[in-house]
């Protein structure tokens, strides 16, 4: 089975700022998607990106972006010019082509944005 | 084109009694997925249905869990005889392809 991993509970940075969350998963697939889900204190899950693994071209959806490294596992998402309505609990998820099992997740990072 | 809906957005229950929880995908969506999310972790799996049928319910609990996505009308997901331990939010998502999800505001059930 597939497994997330963040390993970053928490992280706080200035506004403004740029901010790197790191997120690693194991699978024996090649082909998969990965998704940063955003879950602010709502609690609703607001899809922030995707990333389809036979790509090697980065997604880039405005101020976020990824840094896709498919041979070490790696799927780290950089917030750039960090806002105070980044602030939220940000999910990395796996779900393999096909998507009968649904998506993965980590356990989550809560990203702070100090004012 | 209106989001994924979910109600009730707080359901409390008492132990024992029965929990039912909706789920209207948004126009054109044929995948629902649900997926449960204890405090403090992250979401879990629970079921994958395309209309009239469950394709996946191996994130499903075998006894009490049931849920079902009819040619008209909602999904729904179903928890006989409710236990604390059910307490959580209860997140649907629907999908018009399999691979982008979009989720609805969730269902906290509560149970006393």
């Known amino acids: 089975a597939q497994t997330v991993t963040q390993s970053q509970p928490e992280m706080s940075v200035q506004e403004a700022e740029t901010v790197t969350l790191s997120c690693t998963y194991d699978t024996s697939e090649n082909n998969y998607y990965l998704f940063w889900y955003k879950q602010p204190p709502s609690r609703q899950m607001i899809l922030v990106i995707r990333q389809e693994a036979y790509k090697q071209q980065n997604a880039t959806e405005n101020r976020f972006s990824v840094n896709f490294q498919k041979a070490a596992k790696s799927f780290s998402l950089k917030i750039s010019d960090s806002q105070l309505g980044d602030t939220a609990m940000y999910f990395c998820a796996f779900m393999f082509r096909g998507g009968a099992d649904g998506l993965t997740f980590g356990k989550g990072t809560h990203l702070i944005i100090q004012p | 084109n209106a989001g994924v809906m979910q109600n009730p957005r707080h359901l409390v229950r008492r132990r024992g009694q029965e929990a039912r929880l909706r789920c209207s995908p948004m126009?054109?969506?044929?995948?629902v997925y649900w997926y449960r999310q204890l405090p403090e972790e992250g979401l879990k799996f629970m079921v994958y249905l395309q209309k009239e049928n469950i394709i996946d319910e191996s994130g499903m609990p075998k006894e009490r869990f049931s849920a079902e996505f009819p040619k008209e009308g909602p999904s729904i997901l179903r928890i006989q005889q409710v236990v604390r331990g059910d307490s959580a939010a209860y997140f649907c998502a629907s999908a018009e392809r399999q691979e982008t999800q979009y989720f609805g505001p969730g269902t906290r059930l509560l149970v006393l």
């Open positions: 126009k054109g969506h044929s995948h």
